[in-house]
């Protein structure tokens, strides 16, 4: 198995693992994620909320080398299209943070996902991403049939 398809384990791995309600990662926090005071810039929160997102698209089998490689019969990229972020605690140096994901809404073009970062129990931020597809000439793209399933946020 090659070091990009590695799997994840039913106690989670590096790409963390598939919950009934979407994706769930492990992450910990580094020096590198911090400013001068040691707890994590805010800035950072963006990147542990794309990769939980990365992440889960990855378990579901939606993987971006594919989508740029015009697997679907051009080349396509995902964008952020918008992004609500409330910060409700902060997360410090060492911590272990869970990133939580899922498919809140999702139509032919659009999907938006429901995130949170909690370290154990207390709930750090939450967040909501809208998420689309592009082509390489700019111009949005629907998504292939089959993902409009996988999507499917349950019921």
Same mark, same amino acid.
């Given at each position: 198995?090659?070091?990009?398809?590695? #799997? /994840?384990?039913? &106690?989670?791995?590096?790409?963390?693992?598939?919950?009934?309600?979407?994706?769930?990662?492990?992450?910990?926090?580094?020096? *590198?994620?911090?400013?001068?005071?040691?707890?994590?810039?805010?800035?950072?929160?963006?990147?542990?909320? +794309?990769?939980?997102?990365?992440?889960?698209?990855?378990?579901?089998?939606?993987?971006? #080398?594919?989508?740029?490689?015009?697997?679907?019969?051009? @080349?396509? /990229?995902?964008?952020?299209?918008?992004? $609500?972020?409330?910060?409700?605690?902060? *997360?410090?140096?060492?911590? /272990?943070?869970?990133? +939580?994901?899922?498919?809140? $809404?999702?139509?032919? &073009?659009?999907?938006?996902? *429901?995130?949170?970062?909690?370290?154990?129990?207390?709930?750090?931020?939450?967040?909501?991403? $809208?998420?689309?597809?592009?082509? @390489?000439?700019?111009?949005?793209?629907?998504?292939? *049939?089959?993902?409009?399933?996988?999507?499917?946020?349950?019921?």
């Amino acid at each position: 198995m090659s070091e990009n398809n590695l #799997s /994840v384990s039913s &106690a989670g791995g590096l790409a963390g693992e598939l919950t009934p309600f979407g994706h769930r990662l492990l992450a910990r926090v580094y020096y *590198a994620d911090t400013d001068f005071s040691g707890i994590v810039y805010h800035g950072r929160y963006l990147e542990f909320l +794309e990769r939980g997102r990365t992440d889960y698209l990855r378990l579901l089998g939606v993987h971006h #080398s594919e989508l740029a490689d015009g697997k679907h019969g051009e @080349s396509i /990229v995902w964008v952020v299209r918008r992004m $609500e972020i409330d910060f409700k605690g902060a *997360a410090r140096i060492d911590d /272990v943070l869970t990133i +939580e994901t899922r498919t809140a $809404e999702i139509s032919g &073009a659009r999907v938006r996902m *429901a995130q949170i970062i909690k370290r154990g129990e207390d709930l750090l931020i939450s967040a909501t991403v $809208e998420a689309a597809l592009i082509n @390489s000439a700019g111009r949005p793209r629907r998504f292939p *049939a089959e993902w409009i399933k996988l999507f499917q946020p349950e019921s």
